[in-house]
């Protein structure tokens, strides 16, 4: 959308940010700042671009993981192993204020493109090297995908149900791991204001996942207890699970003993269940969990799901439905906030959904998914190297309008 004089400037606006990213966690995080209204000029391979431009192509032909992470970005396809390319790199990010990069162990220095190496000649640059276990330790040069991560950081042992551990069904390590990347980014930006010194920020995606794990690990170190997988349920909260109703399935979490109380009284009718010894306190419902688990599903089944859901609702309940994603695409929570916004493709408009981030004065940007190379033209001569030694394969479609967008 226009940012006119009515409204408040982006917050990351006339900030650039250069990007040597694949899959999600790098994306994720720079996505984010183009959100927020930094420019983002992602490098890719010519002929092939990040890797997850390939994963499917359930988006009108397009990955849906890539048409998620990289909207509102700019694609510049050089060869960063040619000499002009690694110039070309060079020279973008002495013009940056930040370099995101999660390529392989070692990989950015060998191109030129290390820390210490782009803070000589740029000392204002906040660098973001962005790795699966971090640059030391006995796992630092390991390949590391979420799957993989979830599994060392424990998080997989603490998901799924006694039988079965799973991963989660969305990428939390990676996630987890460009959250952290963007707040540090955010935060040395500000510091910048006061300082004029840059940055150089490690973010690893094992050291984000057990950032998540952290009450599981208390639990742990200081109790001695694993956390036991309990699919839908709690360990230490009752009721607490998917219970059925006469149409399908709803979702309730009672967390203290008023809840309780209100749950038996003013649901179920039955307010004398709130002094039964098996269910009085939280401990006694947890430590009698079959028992109170049986007793809510015997009242829950007389209910259609959304009867009760309403019912719940009135009495202060915490509960949920167990929705499908086709639900969650037609849920009422987001059409009637007006959260859905059109974006623009090299296959047309998409749909998609506002960042989570409301401000009160602008909307965040919403601006096309590149093409692979969509921007190199463009971004050679702004530096002034256009029809040095362009590398063969690059794609050069005319560049998408970018609005209220800064340049270099």
């Not at 740029?122 to 590391?144: E, F, H, I, M, Q």
């Not at 952290?180 to 840059?198: D, E, I, K, N, Q």
């Not at 306190?281 to 947890?286: A, E, I, S």
């Not at 009698?288 to 202060?316: I, K, M, P, S």
Request: negative net charge.
């Amino acid at each position: 959308m226009n940012n006119d004089d009515e409204q408040g400037a982006l917050p990351l606006e006339g900030t650039l940010v250069v990007s040597l990213e694949q899959a999600v966690a790098a994306p994720i995080a720079t996505r984010h700042l183009a959100d927020l209204g930094a420019r983002v000029i992602k490098l890719e391979r010519p002929g092939e671009g990040d890797f997850a431009r390939n994963y499917d192509g359930a988006v009108d032909g397009l990955a849906s993981h890539f048409v998620w992470l990289n909207r509102s970005k700019e694609s510049l396809a050089v060869d960063l192993k040619s000499e002009h390319g690694r110039r070309v790199a060079q020279e973008l990010v002495s013009r940056a204020d930040v370099f995101v990069q999660n390529s392989a162990p070692g990989a950015a220095e060998r191109l030129g493109l290390g820390a210490e190496a782009l803070r000589e000649r740029n000392p204002g640059l906040v660098v973001v090297n962005l790795s699966g276990y971090g640059s030391t330790g006995p796992r630092s040069a390991r390949k590391a995908y979420d799957m993989l991560v979830q599994a060392e950081s424990g998080m997989i042992s603490v998901t799924g149900t006694p039988e079965t551990p799973t991963k989660t069904g969305v990428p939390n390590a990676d996630i987890a791991a460009g959250l952290y990347s963007a707040m540090s980014v955010l935060s040395a930006l500000l510091r910048r204001t006061r300082s004029g010194r840059g940055a150089t920020v490690e973010v690893s995606m094992f050291d984000s996942a057990v950032e998540w794990m952290g009450h599981a690990m208390y639990m742990q170190m200081y109790a001695g207890r694993q956390i036991p997988r309990m699919g839908l349920s709690h360990a230490s909260i009752a009721p607490y699970d998917a219970f059925p109703t006469r149409d399908g399935e709803i979702l309730v979490g009672v967390q203290n003993d008023r809840g309780w109380a209100a749950l038996v009284g003013e649901v179920f009718g039955d307010p004398g269940a709130a002094e039964d010894p098996r269910f009085r306190t939280n401990v006694d419902r947890v430590a009698n969990r079959a028992e109170c688990d049986t007793y809510v599903a015997g009242r829950t089944r007389q209910w259609e799901t959304a009867e009760l859901d309403e019912r719940l609702a009135r009495a202060g309940i915490p509960a949920a439905r167990l929705n499908r994603l086709s639900d969650v695409v037609e849920h009422p929570q987001l059409s009637e906030r007006d959260r859905w916004r059109t974006v623009g493709t090299e296959k047309g408009g998409i749909d998609a959904v506002l960042p989570p981030m409301t401000f009160d004065d602008v909307e965040l940007r919403m601006d096309p998914v590149p093409a692979l190379g969509e921007h190199t033209e463009a971004i050679l001569a702004e530096l002034g190297l256009a029809g040095h030694d362009e590398p063969a394969g690059a794609a050069h479609p005319t560049p998408t309008t970018k609005k209220g967008v800064p340049h270099a």
